[in-house]
Each structure stands twice: as C-alpha cells, then as structure tokens.
C-alpha cells in the first residue's frame, strides 16, 4: 500500500477503538474541532484548511475505520449508526467530552447521526453538503450499486485497482474530481495522487460499497433524526456548483433547523474546502467564533474568486 501524503503543520496519531487501528490528524490549540471526511476521501481531504482552523481550534481528522489509511476489519458494518458509534468510541479514546463538529457528504450524515446520539456532547455543528434524504442528485448512481449489477462493477473497479496504481490515479482524476469541482482548472497539483493513494489497497472501494448499500436505510432513518437536532447550533455550507448533493436540499434543511445558517459558495462544487479554501476557512471561522455576519434570513452567497 502507498505511504500517506505528508501534510505540513500536522501531527500523524494512532488510536485503537474496538481493536481497529485508526489513524488521525493532529493540529491547532484550543476546543477540540473534529473533522469527518466524505465517502472517497479521508484527512488528506483537509489539508488547505488545517492552519486556519488550528489557529481557533485542536483539529481532529479522522481516517473513519475502513477509510483513507485507517485498518479494514473484514467484518466493519458501515451502516452510519455504526459509523457515528465508533466516531464517539473514537472520541472517548482520546478523552474528549465535547467537540465542534464538521463534517462533509457521507461524514455531514454521519455527523448528523452523532448529534442525534448525543447532543450534549456537540458544542457547534458544521454541515458541509451532507448527505440527506432531500437531494435529488445521485440517488440512481447510490442506489444502483445496491443491486447485483452495481456490486459487480465495483467488484471490477476493485480488480483493476489491485492490478495497477495507474487505474486508481484514472479513477480518482477521471470518475471523482472532475464530477464534484465546481471548475476542473482548481484542481491543485498532488490532488489526484492524495486521492488515489488508499485506493492502492482494494478494501478501500470494498468499503465505499459496504457504505452504499447501507444508503436507502440510512436515509430513510435519517428523516426521523433531524427533529432532535432543532437547538443545535448549525452552519450549512454549500457550493451552488455541486452536482453530488443537491443545493436546493440545503434550504430544506434550514427549514427543519431553525437554529441553523446556510451558507452558499458561488460557482463551487462538492469539495469548497479544497475547491475555495481561503473562503471556505473564513466562513467557518467566522461562525465558529459567534460573529453575527450572516444577512437577516439567515442565508446568503458568497461570491469566489478565481
């Protein structure tokens, strides 16, 4: 298997929880802030935002069990209430009480999932196109890869990513990055290698569809979830350019959050804090600061620069 990127400014740290070797990224000083990668990423996914966000807070990035470089337990259930339980028992290993949370896609819903837990332990919560039942974006591709068909493809893509690290960089650079940026020219040098790095290892894509054909049932769950998170603090952050979670979802979970302030990034895609890092960083840091910034309804855009 490939060595992990390295990424300046961070601490490389090992934990066990339920005798899986987890790995996480370390930075910052201050309130634990926890950050839950999506479904083909893992920390690597944070690397443009760990110096800003270390200045306000100890950052946490996590490698979820299964994911990125952390171990894959032939016999991981990868439901997300599986995933949230081991994110707490994650926590708990490392003595942490109460953290922020942010997390994006799969790792938004599984944040979502941890609120509902425990809502006393989350102190502010950072939604970044998270996956939900409200999107109309992707559910054919999601659902698909329930059925015998969709198992046999990514039984194919698993072969061909044991066969040769050139058909993990194809795959990243050609079915990943170029569906979920907003604009391809973005895309920074190292992008598609720190992407294609795990998926060296074929338990990593055994792991996204373990994760996928748990989706119809966790999103339906979903739906009943959301009530108790209604006095939480929450931060909905979005790129209007995002073609795997729908925009539009984001204004109907403001609806059902009355605590919670959408935010959207002009002509961003799914990945805003590698896509648009510097505003990405200042909306965050922002809102975990308390600053009352956001316009009189609770949602505004911002536009990127180029």
């Not at 599984?110 to 196109?129: D, F, P, T, W």
């Not at 960089?169 to 990943?176: G, H, K, N, T």
């Amino acid at each position: 298997m490939a060595q992990a990127p390295r990424i300046a400014g961070t601490e490389e740290r090992w934990v066990d929880v339920d005798g899986c070797r987890v790995r996480y990224l370390f930075a910052g000083q201050g309130q634990p802030l926890l950050l839950i990668h999506g479904l083909l990423g893992y920390s690597f996914s944070w690397r443009y935002n760990f110096e800003s966000l270390g200045k306000m807070r100890s950052v946490y990035a996590i490698d979820l069990p299964g994911a990125g470089f952390s171990e894959r337990p032939y016999d991981l259930k990868c439901g997300m209430k599986e995933s949230a339980e081991r994110v707490w028992r994650f926590l708990d290993e490392l003595e942490i009480d109460t953290a922020d949370v942010l997390g994006t896609s799969h790792g938004g819903a599984v944040a979502m999932y941890m609120a509902a837990m425990a809502r006393e332990r989350i102190g502010n919560l950072i939604l970044v196109a998270p996956a939900n039942p409200w999107s109309r974006f992707g559910r054919h591709m999601i659902w698909g890869f329930e059925n015998r068909f969709g198992a046999a493809a990514m039984r194919f893509g698993t072969a061909a990513m044991r066969a040769a690290y050139p058909a993990a960089l194809r795959f990243v650079q050609d079915f990943f990055l170029k569906r979920v940026y907003g604009d391809i020219s973005r895309i920074s040098p190292g992008t598609a290698e720190g992407y294609s790095a795990p998926l060296q290892d074929p338990g990593a894509l055994k792991y996204a569809l373990k994760v996928v054909r748990c989706w119809r049932g966790d999103m339906n769950r979903l739906v009943g979830l959301v009530e108790r998170l209604k006095d939480l603090r929450i931060l909905l952050l979005w790129g209007t350019a995002d073609g795997a979670v729908d925009p539009q979802s984001g204004c109907e979970l403001k609806r059902l959050l009355p605590k919670s302030e959408l935010q959207m990034l002009e002509g961003v895609g799914h990945l805003p804090y590698e896509e648009a890092p510097a505003e990405f960083n200042r909306v965050v840091l922002r809102f975990l600061a308390g600053a009352d910034q956001f316009s009189r309804n609770g949602s505004s855009r911002i536009e990127v620069k180029s």
